[in-house]
Nanobody, 125 residues
């Protein structure tokens, strides 16, 4: 079973940066899409960024394009989310998730079967 463990959340001021990490185990690199999602209080969970492990193709939600970068380290089985120019509206619980049954990159939350425990990101103005 796929297991994901996130780390790297915290509190920063507007304009600051954070890097989230997600260590992934028991996945198939040929068919796995790894994604970062976030959920703020009272809001639905939304896709932030995703990467397909084999192809390296990425996808981002519009609100983070140019500010966030998703990347992978195959040797460490780790996916990263580098977040720059953070804004108060980026405040949320961030989750790493895996869809182990796809050959394409996507941010369809309903297709991600495995989830980490989440890490809190708070951006103050």
């Amino acid at each position: 079973q796929v297991r994901l463990v996130e780390s790297g959340g915290g509190s920063v001021q507007t304009g600051g940066s954070l890097r989230l990490s997600c260590v992934v185990s028991a996945y198939n690199p040929d068919t796995s899409c790894l994604g970062w999602f976030r959920q703020a209080p009272g809001k639905e969970r939304e896709g932030v960024a995703a990467i397909h492990w084999r192809s390296g193709f990425t996808s981002y939600t519009d609100s983070v394009k140019g500010r966030f970068t998703i990347s992978q380290d195959n040797a460490k089985n780790t996916v990263y989310l580098q977040m720059n120019s953070l804004k108060p509206e980026d405040t949320a619980m961030y989750y790493c998730a895996a869809d182990p049954y796809t050959i394409s990159v996507h941010l369809d939350v309903s297709r991600f079967n495995y989830w980490g425990q989440g890490t809190q990101v708070t951006v103050s103005s």
